[in-house]
């Protein structure tokens, strides 16, 4: 997410209600660098403010005409209620937006970690400095969300003059990952006491390929168990029960098909939905 002419629109419209305010900007701040969220706290949380107004107004105009064209009870209490749950949907999604984004990069990030290691251990082995190798690291779009945290330290060391041990420290400040931080954690360390890299990136390397083996092996078990729940559950299950629903209605004289309409149409979606959410939630992604 990246600042826009609507976004420094809002910026401007609410500027001084956020001075005014005075709220402490720094966590909030960071929490938006570690989400990867290009924008300053005041614009983001500007356009937040507007879009929950925007959202208000549209739901509120719509459910107006509603209850205008159908005035009744039913139609003034959707006025309140719809207009009143949008509001707090759109406030609550768009809050929790940073630390969830922060979440799913720190999730990535973690994925990669292992493999950008060896390539860190391949590149230190060649007597390359942590800034090139972190430089070369930004060039590599394999790594997916690592590449964007190694554009940051190489802007900072390349392009804002900053130290290497500073701009690793930054690093440390901003990533969503812990695993990511306790890697450059290690790396600052070694830097300080003045040892090599090459021991150090040997054994995180060997630790992080055998978590990452043991974390596959145990997503290719739950992938297992869920595949073969779901062929019991929405396969096989919905089959018998439609047969078993047809015999007994032979047998008694006629097929209520009102069930076998809701089964069809509202519970086998429904459980569709609920394993692909199962799915996408985290299970099976590393694999």
């Not at 570690?34 to 507007?50: C, F």
């Amino acid at each position: 997410m990246k600042s826009t002419k609507y976004t420094r629109f809002c910026r401007q419209l609410f500027t001084k209600t956020f001075e005014r305010l005075d709220i402490s900007e720094t966590n909030k701040k960071r929490m938006l660098e570690k989400a990867d969220i290009a924008m300053v706290y005041k614009e983001y949380y500007s356009m937040v403010l507007m879009n929950i107004i925007i959202g208000f107004i549209s739901t509120f105009i719509s459910t107006l005409i509603l209850y205008i064209i159908a005035p009744h009870p039913i139609t003034a209490l959707l006025l309140l209620v719809v207009s009143s749950l949008a509001t707090i949907g759109i406030g609550l999604y768009y809050v929790s937006l940073p630390r969830a984004k922060a979440k799913a990069r720190g999730k990535k990030i973690d994925r990669h970690l292992p493999y950008a290691a060896n390539f860190i251990n391949t590149m230190s082995v060649a007597g390359i400095s942590p800034a090139e190798i972190f430089e070369a690291l930004s060039n590599v779009e394999l790594y997916g969300e690592i590449q964007k945290e190694a554009q940051k330290i190489a802007i900072e060391i390349n392009m804002m003059g900053i130290d290497t041990i500073t701009a690793l420290k930054n690093a440390i400040n901003i990533s969503p990952s812990d695993k990511f931080k306790e890697f450059i954690q290690g790396i600052l360390a070694v830097i300080q006491s003045g040892s090599e890299l090459g021991p150090y990136f040997d054994r995180c390397v060997e630790r992080y390929m055998t978590n990452d083996l043991v974390e596959r092996k145990r997503d290719l078990e739950s992938l297992a168990i869920m595949a073969e729940s779901f062929v019991v559950t929405v396969i096989a299950f919905p089959l018998f029960l439609v047969i078993i629903i047809s015999v007994m209605g032979l047998t008694s004289g006629g097929i209520d098909f009102v069930f076998l309409y809701i089964i069809a149409g509202v519970i086998l979606p429904l459980a569709y939905v609920g394993f692909y959410v199962m799915m996408s939630s985290g299970m099976g992604e590393s694999i």
